[in-house]
């Protein structure tokens, strides 16, 4: 009886959990993640608004768990998407794609993901960090056919800043900053952008040898 119970009790706290997950993300969707605030969330989510601290240390610690929920739908589609292991570029080029997609379709989720520690002063959480690596890891082997002498630590290295790189341009862009490639050319400028990364990487290879 004491675990029929308990039991219970926790699918409830789930059932929970995931409305205010769902009601967050579709608030943030909405207005941004500025905008967001716990009244509204759990509003949304037909709850108390004390029901949120039962569940989650607090708004940040949900936000967290929204963010991991885009980094999810994210890391799905580019694993998804069809890419050429024996064409290293065009498989850079067809991840940086789909990128740039994702980033437009699901923009204010997107800013969350990647601005929210900042605008909220928050650490992110390890295991939230370790899920935003992953990210790293769609573009380690295309990189490391073009770099053939690196490896390790170095090899890592090498396709973070790549990664920085692709993200600066297309973050710049879809946020209509000053400095960002216009919408209509992001896509374009995006590709010659990554041959000139691709012939740099190639040449320090050779050097290499």
Not at 47 to 56: I, K, N, Q, R
Not at 198 to 208: E, F, I
């Amino acid at each position: 009886m004491v675990n029929r119970m308990s039991g219970v009790r926790e699918a409830k706290r789930e059932e929970l959990r995931n409305r205010l997950i769902a009601a967050a993300e579709k608030l943030v969707a909405k207005s941004g993640i500025r905008a967001l605030n716990a009244r509204e969330v759990t509003k949304e989510a037909g709850c108390a608004l004390g029901s949120l601290y039962t569940v989650f240390d607090d708004l940040d610690d949900l936000v967290i768990h929204v963010n991991s929920n885009t980094l999810n739908r994210l890391a799905e589609e580019l694993r998804n998407e069809p890419v050429s292991h024996e064409d290293p570029v065009e498989a850079l080029k067809s991840l940086a794609k789909t990128y740039v997609r994702f980033a437009r379709e699901n923009l204010p989720l997107w800013v969350a993901l990647f601005d929210y520690a900042a605008i909220a002063d928050i650490a992110v959480p390890e295991w939230h960090t370790a899920e935003q690596r992953r990210l790293i890891e769609f573009i380690v082997e295309p990189v490391a056919s073009l770099s053939v002498n690196l490896e390790g630590a170095e090899l890592s290295e090498r396709a973070k800043m790549l990664f920085a790189a692709v993200h600066g341009i297309v973050s710049l862009s879809v946020e209509d900053r000053f400095v960002g490639v216009s919408p209509d050319r992001l896509e374009d400028e995006l590709m010659v952008f990554i041959d000139q990364m691709v012939a740099g990487l190639v040449r320090q290879s050779s050097a290499d040898k």
